[in-house]
Structures are given as C-alpha cells and as structure tokens.
C-alpha cells in the first residue's frame, strides 16, 4: 500500500509568491507619495521665496518677470515645462496685497496604472507689499 506524507517544503514559496505583489504594490505607493510630498514642498517654499521676492519688489520695472525667475531658481527639483507661476497684485502700492500661486503637474501612476490623468498640485501664498 502506497504510504501518503504530508510534505509542506514549497509552501512558504507560494504564500510569498502571493503576497509578493500586494508587497510591491504598497511599496511603490509609498514611494509615489513621498515623492509627491516633496514636490508639493518645494512648490510651497518657491512660491513663499516668490511671494518675498513681489513684497519687496514693488519699484522693479519687471517685478512680475522676476517673480516668477525667482519661483523657477527656487523649485530647483520640478521640471520647468510642468510649473506655471502667476502674480496677482490689484495695484503695487505700499500696504497692498501681492498673492502668488504655484501649480505644478504631478505624475499619479503606479505600476504604469495612471490613478489621475490630470493631477496638479497649487500653492498659493500672499504678501503685503512694502
């Protein structure tokens, strides 16, 4: 009579090969968003360094030119073609309001699975004029 056992020597390479790809796909979202966590504070930081820059600014010819030059060499880290900059200010004068807001086209897909399409992150900061 033929003796039957019980061998369990493969079963640790099929569970792993199971989860293997919930693994991966946690692990690549978790790399995603940090990297879209740092894009958004570098946007934040430029737009702040931007906002800075048109408080000051006011008698500066080109002041809405330098702003946002100031913005581009501030987001060393985001692609240029991907960021658009623009300067709000009602009127240049002392004590008026300057607001500047940032977006920037992020990249939303993991595993070549696009979550977004048009995925964009804004910053928007405001100054008051000196």
Not at 19 to 33: D, G, H, R, Y
């Amino acid at each position: 009579m033929a003796r039957i056992t019980k061998r369990e020597e493969g079963q640790s390479v099929v569970e792993f090969a199971l989860v293997l790809p919930l693994l991966a796909l946690i692990l690549m979202s978790i790399l995603k968003f940090g990297i879209l966590f740092n894009n958004y504070l570098t946007l934040t930081d430029a737009v702040r360094a931007g906002a800075r820059k048109a408080a000051v600014s006011r008698l500066d010819v080109n002041r809405n030119d330098d702003v946002v030059a100031t913005v581009q060499n501030a987001a060393t880290a985001l692609t240029k073609d991907d960021l658009s900059i623009t300067v709000d200010s009602p009127s240049w004068g002392p004590g008026d309001k300057v607001t500047v807001k940032g977006s920037y086209k992020c990249d939303l897909s993991i595993l070549g699975i696009d979550l977004k399409p048009d995925c964009h992150i804004t910053s928007e900061t405001t100054e008051r004029v000196e």
